[in-house]
């Protein structure tokens, strides 16, 4: 499972609202996002940041101008943020080095997903970075990664591998539903075509031990969510 602990991403954007949105969403997944609001000063930052998301429309230069110099000097996964969606600048972006783009207004979890797809293909030391050690909390439930141990109110559960990674996956943003495909992506491999049977006979088992079906909730359509509960 890719963590996103300990990635740095430089955000690009001088719209302000659409900053706060995407360092504090960025922030709360557990990344390190520093923000810069012109291209200027995007080609002058001097940390090295595993991804960097990029405005298109900057108030200085151009977005796609700052993206081929980026590109020129450093194999940084690059993402363009676009309000433009036609199939020119699409090849435009590409075309000046971008790995990805997405188009204003998009939804957090879309970013994520693209962030994740763009560091897989692009950087296999990121991809393959150890989760961190932080134990996870979530109600009554406790995980700790590096012992991959899981308690309940203090009683240990013993899962499977595959049981502790979803937990772990699910745990990592309580109350958030994360999607099916997502989940199938993150816990077993990306590309995996195997019967989406798999993730339901997973959950069943990981609501089993748990001792609280309803710990673990299936939003129709769209995937599963873990609910904070205290311990009964
Ligand atoms: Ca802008």
Same mark, same amino acid.
């Given at each position: 499972m890719w963590n996103p602990v300990r990635v740095q991403v430089l955000v690009v954007e001088d719209d302000g609202s659409i900053a706060d949105a995407v360092m504090s969403g960025l922030s709360r997944q557990g990344f390190q996002p520093t923000l810069v609001t012109t291209g200027r000063a995007a080609l002058d930052h001097d940390g090295t940041p595993d991804l960097v998301l990029l405005d298109?429309?900057? =108030?200085?230069?151009d977005g796609t101008e700052v993206c081929r110099q980026l590109r020129d000097r450093s194999n940084v996964p690059i993402i363009i943020m676009s309000a433009r969606s036609d199939e020119v600048d699409r090849v435009l972006l590409l075309e000046s080095g971008a790995d990805d783009y997405v188009v204003k207004p998009f939804g957090m979890r879309e970013l994520v997903a693209r962030i994740r797809a763009v560091a897989r293909r692009s950087s296999p030391d990121v991809t393959s970075q150890e989760p961190a050690d932080d134990v996870i909390e979530a109600g009554a439930i406790r995980i700790d990664p590096r012992t991959r141990r899981v308690t309940v109110d203090g009683d240990e559960v013993a899962l499977t591998p595959k049981e502790f990674d979803l937990l772990r996956h699910l745990a990592a943003d309580p109350g958030a539903v994360m999607r099916r495909r997502d989940i199938l992506e993150e816990v077993?491999? =990306?590309?995996?075509?195997?019967?989406?049977?798999t993730l339901d006979v997973h959950v069943a088992s990981l609501r089993r031990k748990l001792g609280h079906a309803d710990w673990i909730e299936a939003v129709r359509g769209v995937g599963f969510r873990l609910v904070e509960r205290p311990g009964v």
């Open positions: 298109l429309g900057l =108030p200085d230069l077993w491999e =990306p590309n995996w075509f195997g019967s989406a049977k």
